[in-house]
């Protein structure tokens, strides 16, 4: 939704899609939030003053955390539209010069949605409070540490979120059956999460389009049943909105009362979500399902709860599915069935987010990534993740056999997210907002002091239960930083290593070896230079393509970048070598799809900057990295060559072969050869890749012949075929490493790399045209 303007029906809309996803964690707590907080000692305390003291905190910790700070702050701190802990982060790395990202070059802060972050930062003011943030910037290890710890608690929620709600749920069962046992409530929780995860990505996503109906059937109903039990039970229960109840409530129950507040944070559990599906809707959007429909529905709930317990102190145990009238006990358990799976469903697509995101900023192993929800903008699915997650779902909910226990460290969990985001929020508010010092400040201060009782309470019940997110969240982290700790040492390792241009340029335009027919795109990691793996190649054969393309793909701190702007074309050295660069520029959110065609992107971008040169747009020859253009955004773009789609391979690059260049006559043998092999592996191609393409140079008059030949010279190169050259890499610690090192480096991290997905399939690379060039590294 960023950078554009919603008219009032496509807000009302995306509201009405927002309650189906980033409020349905949140509006499935109070089935569990009283039963918890009186689940210890406070049970003991059953006079009407307690009970108004919890819904009172209730109330005002709904109102002032997840209603000031998230629907009314957070919500304003988007990068171009898209919200959450990588959106903080991809903020401070452009206005603050956090990140440690490769490759950053000075074309990226030309992309329309980089923001104008070098007037930012000559315009932030000096003060103490930015000495010390400073300080913090060059220790930008630990800020990722910490956004890494962050990625790893929305990760965790994936295996906690779907137990909680779905045992919660399934469990009330027990207070019109009092003959189910324990055993089997937890048998059919667990059929049910099995199915959830195993349906998640043929099954769930497909009934997406009912999830705002089920949604708001279920907060509506829950609202009207709290005004029901208001009536019916104690109409004086609007008095629990007072904070004096809270001061009383400390005062009778003192060190019981503080231990109960672990139970009471479970009634904002799931507000982050409204913060990081924010891209997929707008602000105003949000703000608007939240203020009309979940927010009262939810106070009315809780505040019909409280009134229900006030008259009716035995029924703690089973409070909500108690203070249901009998008529309608059945149809309000199915709905909160329904309600919990697709809290559990957008909490595991959350946690693939997550790793989408993750994996994109070179913090994760390369895994399948799926989109799957033609109905809601966004809706990813990993299958490694999935698994896994279903796994300590399982774990957890057979493991525990009480939801008390789960409800704790759901709790913890989200305290500890909380904790990431109000850090994240004050740098940001200082360094992207630029506000004072005070507002900076008494922001922390505030949310920082409400969430340190919480964690303090929290705290107790980490050993039953609450160390489940903290063992499982460090043990993401670890790997996250891990794989990035070697990916960034790679990269240094080949930035070190690049191979001189000196030498290039003394290879003449062979480089020394046999030129044939045909384009190598060769895939680094470096945006300049040459890597070591290209000398590494000629060295071992004796013949390289007449076009070279070589590719960077690369991530920028920016949620999305526009396809026009994605693609950086230049040229390495005299025009004669017919080497050209391509950094493919994507954004932390961008996903590679099937259907993406980077070979004839690159083919069409290539041609138009050789005429962008021509024009005098930069320089033409030299012997190092020459001008970059982004060629997408020129209004003469794709003038230059005419491309066809063909379902026929064979009669496509055959007839396009003999077509391309107007003088067949004149090919080599060689490369007639070529052809001949390649129309053969055609079909094959085919199948993997879905569609073949024809090129051919358009009746164009060019004022430079050498232009033309040029143009001419590309088409018959890529009509002779395309080869994929990829560095298969192997990473070592040296030998004088510390036994840390060499267990991160040796031990996990070549297990992970040996077992994850090769970058030639994440970049959906047809094998019957790659070629891998094998490499060593030692890493310090």
Not at 112 to 120: C, D, E, L, P, R
Not at 161 to 172: N, Q, T
Not at 469 to 482: A, G, Q
Not at 551 to 577: D, F, Q
Request: hydrophobic content about 45%.
């Amino acid at each position: 939704m960023a950078g554009s303007r919603l008219q009032g029906k496509e807000v009302i809309f995306l509201a009405y899609q927002s309650l189906g996803t980033a409020f349905a964690a949140l509006s499935i707590s109070p089935i569990y939030v009283y039963k918890v907080t009186f689940s210890g000692k406070l049970r003991d305390y059953q006079t009407e003053d307690v009970v108004f003291g919890v819904c009172s905190l209730i109330f005002w910790t709904l109102t002032l955390v997840t209603l000031l700070k998230y629907a009314i702050i957070m919500l304003t701190a988007d990068d171009n539209g898209e919200g959450g802990t990588f959106a903080l982060y991809s903020l401070l790395c452009r206005h603050g010069k956090f990140g440690l990202l490769p490759n950053y070059q000075t074309a990226d802060e030309e992309i329309s949605t980089y923001g104008n972050a070098k007037i930012s930062l000559r315009s932030t003011p000096s003060s103490r409070f930015r000495g010390s943030i400073d300080r913090l910037k060059r220790r930008k290890t630990l800020l990722l540490l910490l956004v890494l710890f962050g990625a790893s608690l929305g990760m965790t929620f994936g295996a906690l979120a779907p137990a909680i709600s779905v045992l919660s749920s399934i469990e009330g069962v027990q207070a019109q059956v009092t003959s189910l046992h324990k055993g089997s409530v937890i048998a059919i929780a667990s059929v049910v999460l099995i199915g959830l995860f195993v349906l998640q990505h043929r099954g769930t996503y497909r009934a997406a389009f009912v999830f705002a109906p089920i949604m708001i059937l279920w907060s509506l109903s829950i609202a009207a049943l709290g005004i029901y039990n208001i009536i019916v039970w104690n109409p004086n229960v609007y008095k629990a909105l007072s904070p004096y109840f809270i001061i009383e409530f400390f005062r009778h129950t003192g060190p019981d009362g503080w231990i109960s507040l672990g139970g009471v944070l479970l009634c904002i559990t799931g507000t982050e979500v409204m913060f990081e599906d924010l891209g997929y809707f707008s602000a105003a959007s949000v703000r608007i399902a939240f203020f009309c429909v979940t927010y009262p529905c939810l106070v009315l709930q809780y505040l019909g709860q409280a009134a229900f317990l006030s008259k009716n102190f035995t029924a703690f145990p089973m409070s909500f599915y108690a203070s249901i009238p009998d008529p309608l006990f059945w149809p309000f358990f199915a709905m909160a069935v329904l309600a919990a799976i697709v809290a559990s469903e957008t909490a595991i697509s959350a946690a693939c987010s997550f790793v989408n995101q993750s994996h994109a900023l070179g913090c994760f192993p390369r895994v399948k990534i799926l989109h799957t929800s033609r109905w809601i903008k966004g809706r990813i699915y990993v299958p490694e993740l999935n698994w896994v997650l279903m796994i300590l779902c399982l774990a957890v909910a057979i493991g525990f056999r009480d939801t008390n226990h789960i409800a704790y460290a759901f709790a913890f969990a989200w305290i500890l997210k909380a904790f990431v985001t109000t850090w994240l929020m004050s740098l940001a508010i200082h360094y992207v907002w630029h506000k004072n010092l005070a507002f900076t400040i008494s922001f922390f201060l505030l949310f920082g002091s409400i969430e340190t009782i919480y964690f303090s309470s929290a705290c107790v019940k980490i050993p039953k239960g609450a160390w489940v997110p903290l063992f499982l969240s460090s043990l993401f982290m670890f790997v996250m930083y891990i794989w990035h700790y070697a990916t960034r040492k790679k990269y240094k390792i080949d930035l070190q290593n690049k191979v001189p241009m000196k030498w290039i340029l003394t290879l003449g335009p062979t480089l020394g070896v046999l030129r044939v027919p045909g384009i190598g795109l060769f895939y680094t990691e470096l945006a300049t230079g040459i890597p070591a793996t290209f000398a590494n190649f000629l060295s071992n054969l004796p013949a390289f393509y007449q076009v070279a393309v070589f590719v960077c793909v690369k991530t920028i701190p920016v949620p999305h970048v526009p396809h026009k702007e994605r693609y950086l074309i230049g040229r390495i050295g005299p025009k004669s070598y017919r080497l050209y660069r391509c950094v493919v520029r994507n954004g932390y959110k961008d996903v590679h799809r099937k259907d993406d065609d980077l070979e004839n992107d690159l083919i069409m971008s290539i041609a138009e900057f050789i005429q962008l040169e021509a024009e005098g747009c930069g320089t033409l020859d030299g012997s190092m990295d020459g001008w970059m253009a982004v060629v997408r955004t020129s209004e003469k773009f794709g003038t230059r060559l005419a491309v066809s789609e063909s379902d026929d391979p064979i009669i496509s690059h055959s007839s396009s072969f003999s077509d391309s260049m107007g003088c067949s006559c004149s090919k080599s043998a060689a490369l007639l050869k070529l052809q001949s092999i390649y129309v053969k592996e055609s079909s094959h191609l085919t199948l993997h890749r879905g569609r073949i393409y024809r090129f051919q140079l358009l009746e164009t008059k060019f004022k430079n012949p050498q232009v033309k030949e040029e143009l001419l010279h590309l088409v018959e190169a890529q009509q002779a075929g395309v080869t994929y050259v990829m560095g298969h890499s192997q990473v070592r610690a040296r030998s004088n490493s510390s036994f840390l090192k060499k267990f991160a480096i040796n031990g996990v991290y070549s297990f992970l790399s040996e077992n994850c997905r090769s970058p030639s399939v994440a970049l959906n690379i047809p094998q019957v045209c790659l070629i891998e060039v094998g490499m060593k590294y030692h890493v310090v």
